[in-house]
């Protein structure tokens, strides 16, 4: 086990005893030239803004349920410790292309290390990739932009059009199922929690890692994944040292797979950031411009009403429920998926699932912890600045006139689909504009971008988990970590 996955393990154990050392926010105060008069009339004003907007968001976050406990309760929800030994089986499994039967991609593809977890592009690169990990990636898009991994272990719902979720809006609750699309339907409900279910998907999706050269179902997609791994003597020895009833010889079967996948995610909880350490009571955990920015977002900005803290929403900032953003339509020109409507350039979101025309363009609310790692914003990557993803979703219907695809990569950059009948969907909490002030909207984006980030999650921090070789004796992946700038979310 590498000692980067044994210290994420032992934090995740151990961090109920001691706070983690994270993005410091240095408070300056002034002081008189006779400090013997007390501060100068300024400094005074300044120090009651201070004291009072400190004091205005503790009110705020207790009226939302926000406790910054949640990173805390991993294990107590699960019942039981994270496994050390079955999550190093699983970080293999998930950097390792073996599992992937177009032998080029794996969890890791797209989920990287350099950007959360999450993707490197606006839109996800499966398979008849280039190998590389990173912003050269190349090769044919899916439809949508991968999602961070992080956290995952609270989210009720998976995936952009919530295509996986646990019936009981908990996803370390079974009781009342785990719904999947059909083939699966609640088929996989009798697994302890909705990532174990969630690990039986990717290796049967063909543009993502199983491609088109082996036919069948689901069902004998996974059974060739599992011949890769019983054929393998090194997996059969982790899967025999990490599982007790494997040890007599007995084949490793797809609840092993999707154990050891859920159990390396449970050890990505990134959820001690400065807010979360400001609401245990660290009142210098944040600084002022983000401490502004935070009662913005739970105040007049309204970006709370979806990007909701409370009840099931475990302090993940998302209602995990599904809107119409009207973020523009954005197809590339090389795809593996065939796109929505008459010109193939749209994605009808929840639809897909529904079959119900009155769910077109619907897609669940972005989790917003560690959102300054991402590459690109919204569903589709069409915003590769978080200051423009922010400006768009303040009014949609004026940024729409104006949105272009110049700053997108080169094969992303051709006409949009249709806004129109987008935005005439558009959801009433986003269809009245938020006028904020340059420093208001400066104040927003410090918060989301550094009020929200565990800095355990930055690049160098997670470029570690990257195993030097794998079980299966293939290269592997290139990965490209981002340099950054001193103290950017990127940072090295």
């Known amino acids: 086990m590498t000692a980067t996955i044994r210290s994420i393990l032992v934090r995740t154990h151990a961090c109920t005893c001691s706070s983690l050392v994270l993005l410091s926010s240095i408070l300056v105060a002034g002081c008189s030239q006779d400090s013997s008069t007390g501060p100068s009339a300024p400094n005074a004003v300044m120090s009651r803004e201070s004291g009072g907007r400190t004091s205005d968001l503790r009110g705020v976050l207790r009226a939302a349920g926000f406790t910054g406990q949640v990173g ?18 699983g970080r293999m499994l998930w950097f390792d292309p073996f599992t992937g039967l177009n032998n080029d991609n794996s969890c890791g593809g797209c989920h990287s290390p350099s950007n959360g977890f999450g993707d ?20 044919p898009r899916n439809q949508r932009r991968t999602p961070m991994a992080i956290n995952t272990a609270f989210f009720p719902t998976l995936m952009w059009n919530s295509r996986f979720f646990s019936a009981s809006g908990d996803p370390f609750d079974n009781s009342r199922g785990f719904i999947f699309p059909p083939p699966e339907g609640k088929s996989l409900s009798y697994l302890s929690h909705l990532l174990q279910a969630q690990a039986f998907i990717p290796p049967t999706e063909r543009t993502e890692a199983a491609g088109f050269k082996i036919p069948g179902t689901s069902h004998d997609l996974r059974q060739a994944v599992l011949d890769r ?111 929505d409507g008459p010109g193939a350039n749209e994605d009808f979101g929840l639809e897909q699932v529904s079959g119900r025309q009155a769910d077109r363009y619907l897609f669940r609310t972005s989790p917003l912890r560690n959102v300054g790692l991402q590459p690109a914003f919204m569903h589709n990557g069409a915003f590769v600045r978080l200051e423009d993803a922010l400006r768009y979703h303040l009014d949609a219907r004026s940024q729409a006139r104006t949105y272009t695809t110049a700053a997108l990569a080169t094969d992303l950059r051709g006409p949009t689909g249709p806004s129109a009948p987008v935005l005439n969907r558009l959801d009433p909490l986003l269809r009245r504009p938020v006028a904020l002030s340059e420093e208001e909207f400066t104040q927003l984006v410090d918060f989301l971008r550094y009020g929200l980030l565990d800095s355990d999650a930055r690049p160098n921090e997670l470029r570690g988990l990257v195993p030097t070789t794998l079980p299966s004796g293939l290269p592997g992946f290139r990965f490209q970590f981002p340099e950054g700038r001193r103290g950017s979310p990127t940072d090295r």
């Open 120 to 139: 490197t592009q606006s839109i996800a690169i499966g398979i008849d990739n280039n190998g590389i990990v990173g912003p050269d990636r190349g090769g």
């Open 229 to 339: 791994l019983n054929g393998n003597r090194a997996y059969r020895q982790l899967f025999a040292s990490a599982f007790a009833d494997l040890r007599h010889g007995r084949p490793i079967t797809f609840d092993h797979f999707g154990r050891a996948i859920a159990e390396f995610e449970f050890t990505l909880v990134f959820a001690n950031a400065p807010i979360d350490r400001f609401a245990r009571g660290e009142s210098e955990a944040m600084s002022q411009s983000q401490k502004a920015g935070a009662l913005l977002f739970f105040g007049r900005a309204g970006c709370v009403r979806c990007h909701a803290v409370g009840g099931q929403s475990n302090e993940m900032f998302s209602d995990f429920r599904q809107h119409v953003a009207g973020i523009p339509q954005v197809a590339p020109s090389h795809a593996n998926v065939i796109f």
């Open 72 to 89: 805390l309760t991993l294990e107590a929800r699960l019942g039981r410790p994270v496994d050390r030994r079955v999550a190093e089986l």
